[in-house]
C-alpha cells in the first residue's frame, strides 16, 4: 500500500516548497542586470538586515503558519468531510478563488495601512519588512513574527473560511498567492511576465511601496489595487529605463513633492 498524504498536510507543506523553488528561479535571474528595477550594488547597499538573517526570520514564519494551518484544517474537519464538499464545477472553484483573492486583499490592505500609519507598530513590528529597501523575491515574507501572524497567516485562513473552498482547492489558491508575493518582491521586470500583464499590483507596483516617497502609498498587496485607489491611496508610476542597465519605477509628477 503506497504513501497517502492528505490534502491538509498537501495544503500546508506545498506553498512552503513553492515559495523557496520560485525565489530559487528569481535568484537564477538575478544576474539580468537590465530586467532589475535596482542594481545589486543598491541590494548590497541600501537593505538593512543580511540575507541570512532573512532567510532564518522567513524560516521561523513559515514554520508558525504550518502550525496554524495544521490546527485550522484540525477544527474545520477531515479530508473525508471536506470531499463532500469538493467544487462540483469550474465555475464555483472560480468563485471560491475570486472571493478568496478579495477577502485576502481587503484583509492585507487595511492591516497593512493601519501597521504604516500607527507609529508605534511600524517602529516595533512593520519597520522590520522595509528593512528590506531593496527587495528581492525570498525576503517576501520577511516580517516581524507578529506581523507574519496576523497579515499573512490570519488573512489566509480568513480567505480559506469565507471562500467555502476545501482543502485540496486551498492546495492551489495558497501556491498561486505564494507565488503572486513572491513575484511581486522580486525586484525585476520581466519581459512576458503573466502578472504584469493581468495584475496591476506587481513588482514595480510595490517597489514603489518600499521606496521613501511611496512609503504612504500602494498599501494594496497581493492581487488588486481597488482599495489604493477607492480610499486614494494610490501612486501611480512611470517605468524609466536607466543608461547604465535596468528600470526606476517614478511616482508621476503630481507626486514629486508629497
Not at 484583509?107 to 500607527?118: E, I, V
Not at 508605534?120 to 506581523?147: D, W
Not at 498567492?177 to 506587481?202: Q, S, Y
Amino acid at each position: 500500500m503506497g504513501l497517502v498524504i492528505s490534502d491538509e498536510l498537501l495544503g500546508t507543506f506545498v506553498p512552503i516548497v513553492v515559495y523557496w523553488v520560485y525565489s530559487g528561479i528569481y535568484v537564477c535571474l538575478g544576474s539580468f542586470e537590465k530586467y532589475r528595477l535596482h542594481s545589486k550594488k543598491e541590494e548590497d547597499e541600501k537593505n538593512l538586515v543580511s540575507k541570512m538573517t532573512v532567510v532564518k526570520g522567513v524560516l521561523f514564519q513559515q514554520s508558525l503558519q504550518a502550525l496554524v494551518a495544521i490546527l485550522l484544517f484540525t477544527v474545520t474537519g477531515s479530508d473525508a468531510e471536506a470531499s463532500a464538499k469538493e467544487p462540483t464545477s469550474f465555475i464555483t472553484l472560480a468563485r471560491q478563488f475570486v472571493t478568496a483573492m478579495l477577502v485576502m486583499d481587503t484583509w492585507q490592505y487595511f492591516l497593512h495601512r493601519y501597521l504604516h500609519h500607527n507609529k508605534f507598530l511600524y517602529r516595533h513590528i512593520h519597520s522590520q519588512h522595509h528593512r528590506l529597501v531593496v527587495t528581492y523575491a525570498y525576503g517576501a515574507l520577511y516580517n516581524h513574527p507578529l506581523e507574519g501572524l496576523l497579515l499573512d497567516t490570519v488573512g489566509g485562513a480568513l480567505s480559506f473560511l469565507i471562500s467555502g473552498m476545501s482543502p485540496r482547492s486551498s492546495i492551489f489558491f495558497f501556491s498561486f498567492a505564494t507565488i503572486k508575493t513572491v513575484d511581486d518582491h522580486c525586484g525585476l521586470l520581466l519581459p512576458g511576465n503573466l502578472f504584469h500583464i493581468f495584475f496591476r499590483n506587481n513588482s514595480a507596483y510595490h517597489d514603489v511601496h518600499h521606496q521613501l516617497s511611496g512609503s504612504k502609498h500602494n498599501f494594496s498587496q497581493p492581487f488588486f489595487v481597488m482599495w489604493d485607489k477607492i480610499l486614494g491611496t494610490y501612486m501611480p508610476y512611470s517605468l524609466r529605463k536607466k543608461a547604465e542597465g535596468g528600470f526606476e519605477a517614478r511616482p508621476t509628477k503630481e507626486f514629486k513633492d508629497d
